[in-house]
């Protein structure tokens, strides 16, 4: 069965350490990619304000699934919205206020929100991810469609916070999932608005199959749009629960594996052969 989408991470996949990839070439590719009717998806834990950077020649034309699932968009089309009510984002505020090492970024449509209180050097951090970051006072009091939020520590204090996030949130009805974006971040998620709900609906819109779809990623929160794909590749850089659902591997995101996956899918070598 012929591929007709290919969806990729950004950060640990598409781009390089430097938040950098190989723009003359993949815009060589996207060239032919859109020749031969297969779609392109960018699929990221990212903003999607600042994923539309990355591609300024293209994002009117291509789909995106930003902010882990929470947000997707085909042609500046918006396909999907998720939404907490007030009340649940107070609830979660009040978790997260018991965690004194993370820095938490409220998630919405219009923006994103950080309290005054974060550093200059925290929030420096933060814009590689958030076009739209905004600094309130009160983030008991946002008025925007709140759908996630990011959490970011020292990386070795990842895997101890989320599990009592896991505990803390399973004690309210699992209102929200939380899930590693690699890089000392923690997302939560609303359960079931994954990146692989977002390609879905997508793949609904435009009648592909789950056999059609590639899908390339590195960290926890692609895991699942990397079991729903046929053609799943892991980055040689992937965490190893990453590898283990994923079906190929490819180079690293410094040596341009995702592009290196485009140009076999184009040239036709295994696995698309």
């Known amino acids: 069965m012929a591929v007709k989408m290919i969806a990729v991470d950004m950060d ?10 190989n723009a003359q070439r993949f815009a060589r590719q996207y060239a032919l990619l859109k020749e031969k009717g297969i779609r392109f998806v960018v699929a990221s834990g990212n903003q999607y304000y600042q994923l539309l950077r990355y591609f300024p020649e293209i994002k009117d034309e291509i789909a ?3 902010e882990n699932g929470a947000w997707v968009s085909d042609s500046n089309e918006e396909i999907f919205c998720g939404e907490l009510a ?3 984002v107070h609830q979660i505020l009040d978790i997260l206020a018991k965690e004194p090492d993370i820095s938490t970024v409220v998630c919405g449509r219009n923006g994103a929100y950080v309290h005054t209180s974060m550093s200059d050097e925290v929030i420096a951090m933060l814009a590689n991810h958030y076009h739209r970051l905004e600094k309130r006072d009160n983030l008991y009091d946002i008025d925007d469609t709140i759908f996630k939020f990011s959490l970011n520590l020292a990386h070795e204090g990842v895997d101890a916070l ?3 996030l ?3 949130l399973n004690a309210i009805e699992n209102i929200m999932h939380p899930v590693s974006s690699g890089f000392g971040f923690v997302d939560l998620i609303i359960p079931g608005c ?5 390609i879905a609906l997508l793949q609904e ?3 592909i199959d789950d056999c059609e779809v590639v899908a390339i990623g590195d960290s926890a929160n692609d895991i699942e749009m990397l079991r729903q794909a046929c053609y799943s590749f892991a980055m040689a850089n992937a965490a190893a629960p990453v ?3 994923s079906r190929y591997k490819t180079e690293s995101n410094n040596d341009e594996g995702a592009l290196n996956v485009i140009a076999r899918l184009l040239a036709r070598e295994e696995p698309f052969g």
């Open 166 to 168: 896991h505990a803390e």
């Open 162 to 164: 989320m599990e009592r």
């Open 194 to 198: 994954h990146k692989a709900h977002g």
């Open 64 to 66: 995106f699934v930003a």
């Open 86 to 88: 007030p009340e649940r």
């Open 12 to 21: 640990g996949t598409f781009l390089d350490d430097n938040k950098q990839y």
């Open 205 to 207: 819109k435009w009648g």
């Open 243 to 245: 590898s283990a659902v």
